[in-house]
């Protein structure tokens, strides 16, 4: 990973591709790579889908080595949803790939002349690209297809479906798996706008000839790697809850918490979450055969292996394991209880390359509205085709839950910073409530993960239902999951490091093993730190404050059943999560 | 007016009215009214759709009087467009009959249970409110109708047609004229969506047994009113451009100085404005016969009388004569140049309930998105019914052109603060860009008209293509219109009086003589810095900061021809508007 791909839509005689040297980005990786780029050169008020923005896709820094858990993929840019800055976070294989071709970032940068759409190829060789108007307008799965035929089964791709296309503010980018399925995506923030903006649909990769990235000092980091896998083995959440059940385990868990956001944030808790839940999924999933429940990593090199394949009732595969959020979305949100509807409505998000979480918040907003029935699955399902063919109605939908419910003229919108609230109500876990509004991102479940301390028992415990002690906890997730974002780890590893503080230690020596480096603990805190407030300063320049840093007013006044609790964590200890 | 009135929709058993004395209010009018109650009395984080956002409608200080030019009125709320304050102003005969009748203010609060829809009645024996649903999804035109069959022909109504009730970020607030027909509104901002989420579809006035409200000191009050009449009857704007050709005087002049933003703001010039000026329409207007061109004023007590009525060829009445900004948005901006057709979107405008700068820049948006080709006006009108009929396209457009471009996925969107820009290029009308830049009220002409100094050479003459002298120009009429628009006088009167210090003093003596007070000229302006300031830190707990004091990026990329300008005012100068 020692140079910098640079490809500019922009060339007075058509895209342009360079080569560069890392030059003041040498040493970082994933978020701390694109969150870098976007700070130093994107102007921070330039409009999101103009030549001015740049979408960044940076592997981790272990990706492409025998690390484990090493294939997440950052992708950044100013975000066409917030309009601040952003990271969406992905497996899939590209990580690896793009890693092990000694890339460490892949920059696209100015603005096509005409809608022209493109594909870029990167291999050995170096990169490519053409113009292939053929790509037009098709879904994710199918430009795979297609990209298969042309380049064989074992490339990889980091593609837009239509919503991508179209611009619209909840279009994922999309990453194949393992089996070279369009499953994995960037999701959050209209990244995928911003790919299409580029004029550019796929970016195919392929790393034959390749080798694994070797460490610095072998010795240390294989000892480290191994110390580090047994450390996930051993607890609880990443060696027995999620192989078990997936990341949907959480269902029955956040449910009876009385935190499962019901039918556009409503209630607390849904009677139909064990039709759904994660148990549920396995028993059926199971029951049809194939590979089961939670036999996949979303990523080689995973040793969680938190997914699995979705079957129908007659064998034919649906979609990877929906997961958690995805299931809540399409599931709870909207009232819906039927795992086969969920499913499929997963497939169509994945395949039009839309954020799931956007998407099911977004439609639960449009159920408000009066446009379909809260449990009506094949309301639902209508509605999202809609996205896909690109009617106003779906470019209203597809443009997210907060310009939906701005055009329908509904008050009740869970989003911050224009991105809709994930799966955990942030009246009954006001630590992520905390996270939510604070984060640099917009509403974003994966950006401090305090379901950890509060439901969890998971480094510490937090009373959900109390303000107390949700700043500092929300802010030291904030800082650490900045920091593992920059590593490529997965961030379930987070409940064995906090939880075991020998397993954070191998994974300092991991780092230290593959790079050569001395970092302590300190040192992972201090990037945490240095990454969160280059993106705060991007945001503050393209217009936030701390009138942005807040919930909805309706969640501050509306009880949630079954607790009766709203947000009541102070607009005052808000403004004090940033205060390093 | 000595009170004010207060209609809360959240009361226990159904809507509550209350009349209250002035209390702080006391001595506000217009604008300082509206925007002092909302500064005090809503939250700026609120959602502008929710019961904590109030509706102020305020007479002038001097409505109700014999002072000439005083009735204009002001609608002041959160705005759901831009997110910050609004004042959006408006002619018509309400303002006078409300001042008759005794109230500085109508206050709109709170949130009506479910979606009953309310009318309201004034007299001289109070205020009423009932429930009648068979107003619902009325057009204004209609509405009216019904008003007058069931009060009389002699009543005047405040009301919202469809787009209102639909809660649409460009829908206005309607106020009848003196022929009491929907024609004058407070378009901008929203301002109707805010009524509609108070499920008030209407205010009928009836000021009968009233009495004009008498002068403090008579004489003085007399020869002032007097002096500032024959003021405006000797300056060549007031006294002859505009009762000649109307406001659409403009469209030659600023199109001659290549200022005319044409489709989409992509020309300075348009091929067709001869077919659509003023002088053109004065020509039309006056061969159909009826009343002519340019012989009604919008409200009882004007003396420059820039409107009139615009008949089709078969005499019918259309719609009152357009003014300059609409015959632009939906002429020149759209690439349409038959004043017949312009004419009827303005009726459509007015009676669906909408902005028509809003809806005008924002079809142009939707033209750049390929929905209709530039000039094809049937094109425009199609697009125009659907907003009427609520379909999802229509809801798009209703919303305005920020939303609209970005459902569409357009980079090029004239606005700022989610605002569209009105009929004057900022780059080649380079003070009217420092106003839409730094306006508490998102880009709004209104606000620091520098088209006085740019292009008619009214107090002084500041070359419009150089960023040199716009600050100063820009803040100085600022302050000046905010002060003007407190008084309920109609704008126009500033040609007079930066011209003719004998008018401001004018003016000044009828203030003094209407209210007993002593002001000076430095009074009035340290009034106008009251008001802005109070707007700017409304907006900053809003979340607005000099990120959101800009023009969108293209306009300083993208030069204008003829006289190929870009936007050049620094933004460290813009940052210098609000130094007071």
């Known amino acids: 990973m020692d140079k910098i791909l640079r490809i500019n839509m922009s060339g007075s005689s058509g895209p342009e591709i360079k080569t560069e040297p ?20 994107v102007p921070p008020t330039c409009h999101a889908l103009g030549a001015d923005n740049k979408l960044v896709i940076a592997p981790g820094l272990l990706s492409g080595s025998a690390a484990a858990m090493s294939g997440r993929i950052s992708v950044g840019c100013k975000s066409p949803l917030t309009g601040g800055i952003k990271e969406a976070n992905s497996g899939g294989q590209p990580s690896q790939m793009i890693a092990r071709l000694g890339y460490a970032a892949i920059i696209l940068e100015g603005a096509p002349k005409d809608d022209t759409l493109y594909k870029v190829m990167i291999n050995k060789d170096g990169a490519t690209i053409k113009p292939d108007n053929s790509l037009k307008m098709l879904g994710n799965y199918d430009l795979v297809d297609k990209i298969k035929a042309e380049f064989g089964e074992k490339v990889s791709c980091i593609s837009i479906g239509q919503a991508g296309e179209m611009k619209l503010g909840a279009a994922s980018v999309a990453f194949t798996d393992m089996e070279q399925r369009p499953t994995r995506h960037a999701g959050r923030g209209g990244v995928g706008a911003v790919m299409g903006s580029k004029g550019i649909k796929v970016i195919v990769i392929d790393d034959a000839g390749t080798a694994m990235r ?96 979705f079957y129908d009732k007659n064998g034919r595969f649906v979609t990877k394991q929906p997961e958690y959020e995805t299931v809540w979305a399409h599931g709870g949100n909207c009232g819906i209880d039927d795992l086969d509807a969920i499913a499929r409505i997963d497939r169509m998000d994945d395949d039009f390359g839309l954020d799931t979480i956007e998407m099911g918040a977004t439609i639960a907003v449009a159920m408000d509205a009066g446009l379909a029935k809260f449990g009506d699955a094949e309301g639902a399902i209508r509605l999202l085709e809609e996205v896909g063919k690109g009617t106003p109605l ?91 974002d920059a590593t490529g780890m997965c961030l379930f590893i987070a409940f064995a490091i906090l939880d075991q503080p020998e397993t954070f230690q191998s994974l300092i020596d991991l780092i230290n093993g593959f790079t050569g480096a001395n970092l302590t603990a300190d040192d992972v805190t201090a990037l945490g730190k240095t990454i969160l407030k280059q993106e705060r300063n991007f945001n503050a320049a393209a217009g936030f404050t701390k009138a942005h840093d807040r919930l909805p007013d309706y969640l501050l006044k509306e009880a949630l059943p079954p607790h009766n609790v709203t947000f009541d964590v102070s607009d005052k200890e808000l403004d004090e999560v940033f205060n390093f």
């Open 22 to 41: 890392l030059g003041p980005y040498a040493g970082l990786g994933g978020r701390a790579m694109t969150s870098t780029v976007v700070a130093k050169e």
């Open 214 to 309: 070797p460490p610095k000092d072998p010795e240390k980091f294989k000892a480290a790697n191994k110390e580090f896998v047994a450390g996930l083995r051993k607890h609880p959440v990443t060696g027995q809850g999620l192989p078990t059940y997936g990341t949907n385990v959480l269902t029955n868990v956040v449910n009876e918490a009385g935190a499962y956001p019901t039918r556009n944030f409503k209630t607390g808790q849904f009677e139909g979450a064990a039709k759904i839940s994660g148990e549920a999924q396995a028993e059926l999933e199971n029951s049809r055969g194939g590979e089961g429940s939670a036999t996949h990593g979303c990523h080689r090199g995973c040793v969680i292996r938190c997914s699995g394949t």
């Open 394 to 484: 779906g470019r209203i939908l597809g443009s997210g839950a907060a310009v939906t419910g701005r055009v329908f003229g509904i008050e009740r919108v869970p989003v911050v910073k224009g991105q809709s609230m994930p799966a955990y109500d942030p009246r009954a876990v006001k630590g992520m409530g905390v996270t939510y509004a604070t984060t640099t991102m917009g509403a974003d479940h994966t950006a401090g993960y305090a379901v950890t301390a509060n439901l969890l028992g998971v480094g510490g415990s937090v009373d959900p239902l109390s303000p107390k002690g949700q700043i500092e906890l929300s802010r030291n997730l904030q800082i650490a999951t900045a920091a593992i």
